[in-house]
Nanobody, 127 residues
Framework: VQLQASGGGLVQAGGSLRLSCAAA????????MGWFRQAPGKEREFVAA????????YYADSVKGRFTISRDNAKNTVYLQMNSLKPEDTAVYYC?????????????????????WGQGTQVTVSS
């Protein structure tokens, strides 16, 4: 699965950005999708995930209430709406995919659980 992330940029604290991740995959709806981020000198960390059906989502505590993950299976795209951004949200953001066509609510939140990764998009939040 080829994943192409976009939508990153420079924004002031308190602002918003919307990331998109387009998948070159006809069976996109067979995949659980996730967003991760990696700041300089730090390990890649989980941000949000969404089940293949879109009915179940899961967030890291650090972004809960500020970020929203969604997907459009007809457009083979997953989104991450980021509001109330903070300087500590600065990182390269990656989308990831994991094949799963079981329970409609299943999500994954570990790096090792995902098989496919996009190239990343830089998000910089200035104070």
């Amino acid at each position: 699965v080829q994943l192409q992330a976009s939508g990153g940029g420079l924004v002031q604290a308190g602002g918003s950005l919307r990331l998109s991740c387009a998948a070159a995959e006809r069976t996109f709806s067979n995949y659980v999708m996730g967003w991760f981020r990696q700041a300089p000198g730090k390990e890649r960390e989980f941000v949000a995930a969404i089940s293949w059906s879109g009915s179940s989502t899961y967030y890291a505590d650090s972004v809960k209430g500020r970020f929203t993950i969604s997907r459009d299976n007809a457009k083979n795209t997953v989104y991450l709406q980021m509001n109330s951004l903070k300087p500590e949200d600065t990182a390269v953001y990656y989308c990831a995919a994991r094949y799963y066509r079981g329970n409609y609510y299943r999500v994954y939140y570990r790096v090792a659980e995902y098989n496919y990764w996009g190239q990343g998009t830089q998000v910089t939040v200035s104070s």
